[in-house]
């Protein structure tokens, strides 16, 4: 029961959960800036409460992340210990495009990354590179409306030509929209999407998708054109689907709720518009303006692997009462079969190898896991030493499951990023004490404490399980 020779094991991060310096070297402000820590967070990131920029005794996670900007140096050395293969984390696009809409890229920013991908050369770790990790310069969103404006295909083109022609020969791995299928739940947080006043929801979001797609499969393109080398993955929050009963409603209704999220996989991957997404735009009559050009860009230009985050599987309903019980974004009810984080997510290392096999069966494309991992309370010594057992074997579980969707399914998995290799900020909540990592970094909620990096008990784990390419998992 093994992996395959040189699988990619490694940790995912975001910029905007990490890097912090918000307003260092010339990086221009950003969505992800200006949604706050505390109770109006879910509101901004969901575009309910639109916001021009910071508000007094607010405090916003994001600024400071957890100082990678100045410190990544010290913690790709940490990684490098653990033995990663690759480092899968995210360009911030105001670090170089400080506005979005300019001619000239900022060195600084561009200069920086430069300095990391030399830095994970050096102890040759590949580097995973997300384009888009759910920012978009503020300047794009106040002045031309976010993902709805068709301009921001042009912006993003002008970004990842930079991207691509800077960093060749450095960065093979690319993925061009994290979580793409959030912009659906969380529009601003998402994609920096607003919703205003008298927009026709549902139109305005697949508006923004389809340029969203169209600016994916350019990227495609444009990174073939530069180096054929280049690899472009798309990235989906996955997670399959279960009918609550095995009443055919319920099972419909799981059908449904699955299809909303691979919709945007069957488009980067397959290269064009599913059947039922067509019908089903046109029975509500959704407005969605597209160009000549566009069917055959994205048949052209698919992607050449699936990557995506798995943490739980969700369950579906057609009882009403049960559905509004939900509360989270997917709509999903509780799993009487399931154990469920400190956060009320459902544990299910099984579910992620049937949606490995999902989507294989869809695809039939090598896939990246490129997050996967357990948010957890850590309680440290007076040293900062956590014993993170419960993170272990969450991991080993998933793990296991995933080795068995290799070997017994036939899956073909590229590599296994987990999230938040160093405790970094959540994205749903804000929190800091929501924690994945394998290193604890002293940081509280509103950004108090000394920064300093300690190695827990699952950073030697890791380790291990890397130097025996996934054999040991004891
Ligand atoms: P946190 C849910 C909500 C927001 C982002 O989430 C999410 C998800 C899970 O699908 O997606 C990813 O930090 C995301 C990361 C994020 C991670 O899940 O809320 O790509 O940025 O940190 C974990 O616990």
């Not at 949604?35 to 005794?57: C, L, Q, S």
């Not at 913690?75 to 001619?103: C, N, Q, V």
């Not at 980067?268 to 089903?280: I, N």
């Not at 799993?335 to 459902?346: T, V």
Request: charged content about 25%; some cysteine; hydrophobic content about 35%.
């Amino acid at each position: 029961m093994k992996f395959p020779k040189g699988f990619l094991w490694g940790g995912a991060t975001a910029a905007n959960q990490c890097e912090g310096a918000y307003n260092v070297d010339g990086r221009g402000l950003a969505n992800v800036d200006v949604i706050p820590y505390g109770e109006d967070r879910w509101k901004v990131a969901t575009g309910k409460k639109i916001v021009e920029g910071f508000e007094e005794n607010v405090y916003y996670p994001a600024q400071e992340g957890i100082r990678f900007y100045e410190n990544y140096q010290e913690d790709i050395a940490l990684f490098a210990k653990m033995g990663f293969k690759t480092f899968r984390m995210s360009i911030a696009w105001s670090r170089i495009y400080p506005k979005g809409d300019e001619h000239q890229p900022n060195e600084k920013g561009l200069q920086f990354y430069e300095n990391i991908f030399r830095e994970c050369q050096k102890y040759n770790i590949e580097p995973l590179v997300t384009i888009t990790h759910f920012d978009c310069p503020m300047h794009l969103i106040k002045e031309y409306g976010g993902w709805r404006n068709r301009k921001l295909i042009t912006f993003y083109e002008r970004l990842v030509r930079t991207l691509f022609t800077r960093f060749d020969g450095l960065v093979k791995y690319w993925l061009t929209f994290n979580e793409i299928n959030i912009i659906l739940h969380a529009p601003f947080m998402g994609a920096g999407l607003e919703l205003h006043e008298g927009d026709d929801e549902k139109s305005v979001k697949y508006q923004a998708i389809h340029h969203e797609l169209i600016a994916s499969a350019t990227a495609s393109k444009i990174a073939k054109e530069i180096n054929p080398d280049i690899k472009i993955g798309c990235m989906l929050a996955a997670g399959s689907t279960y009918p609550l009963t095995s009443n055919p409603k319920d099972v419909w209704e799981a059908k449904q709720m699955d299809r909303q999220n691979y919709f945007f996989i069957d488009v980067q991957s397959r290269g064009y518009y599913p059947s039922y997404a067509l019908k089903e735009f046109d029975r509500e009559g959704l407005s969605i303006v597209m160009e000549e050009g566009d069917e055959k860009l994205l048949k052209e230009n698919t992607v050449d692997f699936i990557s995506f985050s798995y943490y739980m599987s969700k369950v579906a309903t057609t009882d009403k009462e049960l559905k509004k019980s939900s509360g989270n974004m997917f709509n999903a009810v509780k799993n009487p079969y399931l154990e469920e984080s400190e956060w009320g997510w459902q544990i299910d290392p099984l579910g992620f190898r049937i949606t490995l096999n999902e989507l294989y069966d869809r695809y039939q494309k090598p896939l990246f896991v490129v997050e996967n991992g357990l948010g957890a309370i850590d309680h440290p010594d007076e040293n900062f030493y956590v014993e993170d057992d419960y993170r272990i074997n969450y991991l080993r579980d998933h793990i296991e499951a995933m080795r068995d969707a290799i070997n017994i399914d036939g899956v073909d998995v590229i590599g296994y990023t987990t999230w938040g290799p160093i405790d970094l900020v959540s994205a749903s909540t804000g929190e800091m004490s929501k924690r994945y990592g394998f290193i604890y970094v002293d940081r509280d909620d509103q950004g108090r404490g000394t920064y300093q990096r300690k190695a827990k008990k699952s950073f030697y784990w890791y380790k291990k399980v890397i130097e025996t390419n996934g054999e040991d998992l004891s």
